[in-house]
C-alpha cells in the first residue's frame, strides 16, 4: 500500500522545482515538535498566488501547529519557511514588518482584544501601520463589517457581547483590515449556521476573484471544500499526504482520504 | 495585490470639456497610498459641471479601500446634483465595486465628547451604588460561606480537605521566605531607627521594648496581611476571573455545584489557616533581625536582649497580634473572591477587578487593624 501512496504525492504532489513568481508560500523539510514528540516531520508545501487552499486532517495531526509554524509563532526543529520569498526566521525587522502587513489571520477561536470594541479591533493594523484620517477609518472599519456581513450596531459592542458567529465575522474583517496578499483562516465556517457559512464561503470566493487574494483555509466543512477550494491539502503522517483538486481527493485510495471524502456524512452530501 | 514592495504615488486631475467633467485617476489606489490618495481628493477643485465622469482607466493597482474612496467621491459628487460615471473598469475591478455598492458603510458623524455637570454627578451615583452593592455581595458570599461551613461540619466528607492542602501550599509555604525576609528587614529596621533617636537620651535598652511590643502586637500581622492581600488574594482574583472568562464557573453551576463550595470555601480556609503562621514566621523573624541590628549597633548582646524581651513582652503581647491574622485572612479572601465573582468578558475587567481586589483588601486590613486597636484598648490589653 505505502508504495501506493508514494506514487500519489509523485502524481499530485509537491512540487520539487524551486519556486517561481507564482508560490507565495513554500515550506521545505519543516520538522516540529514538542519534547520528544514530533508533530510533523519534513513537511513540503507550496501555496500559490491566488488559489484558495483547503487543509484537511484528523483531529491533532497539526494543522494548527503547521499553520502557527508558518506564522512563526511555534518554533520550528529545521527546515526553511519563505512567505513572499522572504524567510522569516532569517528577516531583518523591516522584511518581517513588511510581510505582517501583508498577510491576515484568523485565529479559531477569533482572538479579538477583548478590551476594545469590534471597530476598534478592526481599526488596530491600520493605526498601527498606517497613518489615516478618523474619517476614513471608521468607514473603511464599517465598510469591512458590511462586507462580512456584520450589522452596524455590532461595531461599538465588546467582543464579549457577541455571539461566536459574529466573533468569526468581526475576526475575518479584522484579518481584512489591510487588504492582505494571504489569509491564514483557522475552521472559518465552524459554529457558523449554514447559510452562514455559505455566504462566509461566497464572500471569501468572492475576494480571491477581485483582489487576488490567495487564501489558506484549515477546514472541515466539506461544502467549503467542494465549492470554492481550488486545492486541497490532506495531513496525515506527519507531512502533506496529497494535495490536488478535490476531484483528485475523490479518487483517492487512501484509507483515511477515502472516508474523508467518500465516508458515510459525505456521501449523504449527494 | 493590496501591497507592493513600489508604490506609485496615486494622482487626480480635473479635465473639463465640452460640458463634461472629466476626473482622471492614476497611480496606485490602495490601502499603503490611502492617506496620499484623501489628500489628493480634497485638494481637487471641482466645476458646476453636471456630467462628470470619474475615468478609473489609469490606476495601476487598486483594492477594497481605494475603491471605497472613488466610492465615496462618487457619491459626494452625486450629493451634489451631479450625474457621475465610473469609467475604465476592467471586469474584476468592475465586480469589486459591484461588491461595494451592496455593502455600505453608515454615514459617518465624528465622535462628540459630552461633558456636563450631570454626567458627574451620574458617575458620582454610580460609583455610590457601586460601594453598596460591593457591600452587599461581600455579606452574600460570606452568608453562603456560612451556609457551606454548616453543611460541612454535618457533612466533613463535603470539605474539599485536598484542594484545602493545595491552596495552604501555595498561600502559606510559598510565601514563607518572602513574607521572612521582609520581616527581617523591618525588625532590623526598626531597632536602628529606635536605637538612633533612644540612645541620645541614654535609653538605648528600650529599643528591645519598642520593636518588641510594635512588632508582635502591630506591624508582623499588617505587614504580613498586606502581603498575602498582594500575593494570594490577587492569585485568587485572577483565578476566579479567568474562570469565569471562560464560563468555567457557569459550568459549575450546571453541574449543580456551588461556586462558594467548591472554589472559596477551600481559598478562604487556607487562607485564614495560612496568616496565622505567617504571621508568627513574621514575628520570629523581625525579632531577630532586631536581634542583630540591637547587637551589632547598639551593643546590646543577645543574652541581654532575651532577658529584656522577656521583661517586655508576655504571652498577650504575641496573642493579640495572631487574634487578628484570621479575621484579616478572611477579609482578604473574601474581597479577592468577590472581585474575581464579578470580571466580565474582557482581559481589561479582568485587570481592573485584581488590581480592585488589592487595594480594597490593603485598604480593609488597616481599618480592620484599627477597629481590634479600639477594641482592645477599651478592653484594656
Redesign the interface.
Known amino acids: 500500500m505505502s508504495e501506493q501512496f508514494a506514487e500519489d504525492q509523485k502524481v499530485h504532489g509537491v512540487p520539487s522545482i524551486e519556486h517561481d513568481g507564482d508560490i507565495l508560500l513554500s515550506a521545505r523539510g519543516v520538522t516540529v515538535g514538542f519534547g520528544p514528540k514530533i508533530i510533523l516531520q519534513d513537511l513540503d508545501l507550496d501555496v500559490r498566488k491566488g488559489e484558495i487552499l483547503g487543509f484537511v486532517g484528523g483531529s491533532g495531526t497539526g494543522k494548527s501547529v503547521l499553520m502557527r509554524a508558518i506564522l512563526g509563532l511555534t518554533p520550528k526543529r529545521t527546515g526553511t519557511i519563505k512567505v513572499f520569498g522572504y524567510d522569516l526566521a532569517k528577516a531583518s525587522e523591516q522584511e518581517r514588518k ?1 510581510v505582517e ?2 498577510w491576515g489571520v484568523l485565529f479559531q477561536q477569533g482572538a479579538l ?3 476594545l470594541t469590534v471597530k476598534q479591533n478592526i481599526q488596530v493594523p491600520m493605526r498601527e501601520h ?7 477609518m ?10 462580512v456581513g456584520l450589522p ?1 450596531d455590532a461595531a461599538d459592542k ?4 457577541l455571539s461566536g458567529g459574529m466573533v468569526k465575522r468581526a475576526s475575518l474583517a479584522r484579518a ?1 483590515a ?4 494571504l489569509v491564514f483562516l483557522d475552521e472559518p465556517t465552524s459554529g457558523l449556521d449554514p447559510i452562514g457559512a455559505a455566504a462566509f464561503d461566497k464572500l471569501i470566493a ?1 475576494l480571491s ?4 487574494l490567495t487564501v489558506y483555509m484549515v477546514t472541515h466543512d466539506l461544502d467549503s471544500l467542494h465549492s470554492i477550494c481550488d486545492r486541497i491539502a490532506v495531513l496525515g503522517e506527519k507531512r502533506v499526504l496529497v494535495i490536488g483538486t478535490i476531484d483528485e481527493m475523490m479518487k483517492n485510495e487512501h484509507p483515511w482520504v477515502m472516508s474523508y471524502f467518500r465516508g458515510e456524512r459525505a456521501l449523504r452530501r449527494f | ?3 507592493l ?1 513600489k508604490n506609485t504615488p496615486p494622482g487626480g486631475k480635473v479635465v473639463t470639456d465640452e460640458g463634461v467633467q472629466r476626473i482622471e485617476l492614476s497611480g496606485d489606489w ?3 497610498t ?2 496620499a490618495a ?1 489628500a489628493i481628493l480634497t485638494s481637487l477643485q471641482f466645476s458646476k459641471e453636471k456630467l462628470t465622469c470619474i475615468d478609473a482607466g489609469g490606476i495601476d493597482n487598486i ?3 481605494g475603491a ?2 472613488v466610492h ?1 467621491l462618487r457619491g459626494s459628487l452625486e450629493f451634489g446634483g451631479r450625474r457621475v460615471e465610473i469609467s475604465g473598469l476592467d471586469e ?2 468592475k ?2 465595486f459591484n ?2 455598492d451592496q ?4 454615514r ?1 458623524t ?1 465622535e462628540k465628547r459630552k461633558f456636563s455637570i450631570f454626567g458627574f454627578l451620574e458617575n458620582t451615583g454610580r460609583q455610590m451604588e457601586g460601594i453598596w452593592l460591593d457591600a452587599l455581595a461581600m455579606l452574600h458570599i460570606l452568608g453562603s460561606l456560612g451556609m457551606v461551613i454548616a453543611t460541612v461540619v454535618f457533612q466533613p466528607k463535603r470539605l474539599r480537605g485536598i484542594s484545602v492542602a493545595v491552596q495552604f501550599d501555595k498561600s502559606c509555604i510559598g510565601a514563607v521566605p518572602i513574607v521572612a525576609l521582609m520581616s527581617f528587614l523591618i525588625g532590623a529596621i526598626v531597632s536602628q531607627q529606635g536605637g538612633f533617636y533612644l540612645r541620645q537620651f541614654g535609653a538605648d535598652l528600650y529599643v528591645v521594648d519598642l520593636a518588641g511590643i510594635l512588632v508582635l502586637r502591630e506591624i508582623g500581622v499588617i505587614l504580613t496581611a498586606i502581603m498575602v492581600a498582594g500575593r494570594s488574594g490577587s492569585a485568587f482574583t485572577a483565578e476566579i476571573g479567568s474562570m469565569r ?1 471562560r464560563e468555567e464557573i457557569d459550568a459549575l453551576h450546571v453541574i449543580g455545584l456551588s461556586v462558594t463550595e467548591v472554589l472559596v470555601l477551600p481559598r478562604i480556609l487556607a487562607l485564614m489557616l495560612a496568616l496565622p503562621v505567617l504571621t508568627f514566621v513574621s514575628d520570629l523573624a523581625s525579632l531577630f533581625g532586631s536581634g542583630l541590628v540591637s547587637w551589632a549597633y547598639l551593643d546590646i548582646p543577645p543574652a541581654a536582649f532575651l532577658a529584656r524581651l522577656h521583661e517586655a513582652i508576655t504571652m498577650e503581647t504575641l496573642m493579640v497580634g495572631l487574634v487578628k491574622a484570621p479575621f484579616m485572612a478572611l477579609i482578604v479572601g473574601l474581597i479577592a473572591c468577590v472581585e474575581g465573582l464579578k470580571v ?6 479582568l485587570g481592573r477587578h485584581t488590581t480592585m481586589s488589592v487595594v480594597k483588601a490593603i485598604f480593609l486590613v488597616i481599618v480592620v487593624d484599627g477597629l481590634f486597636a479600639i477594641f482592645f484598648a477599651s478592653i484594656g490589653i
Open positions: 513588511t502587513r501583508r482584544f477583548s478590551s498606517l497613518n489615516l484620517s478618523p474619517r476614513l471608521d468607514e473603511l472599519a464599517g465598510l469591512k463589517l458590511e462586507l452596524q465588546f467582543p464579549s457581547e481584512l489591510l487588504d492582505p496578499d468572492n476573484e477581485t483582489l487576488g | 495585490m493590496a501591497f514592495e490602495a490601502i499603503n490611502l492617506s484623501e483594492d477594497t479601500s471605497w474612496l465615496r474584476k475591478r465586480s469589486l461588491e461595494l455593502h455600505h458603510p453608515p459617518w465624528p472568562m466580565a468578558g474582557s482581559s481589561d475587567s
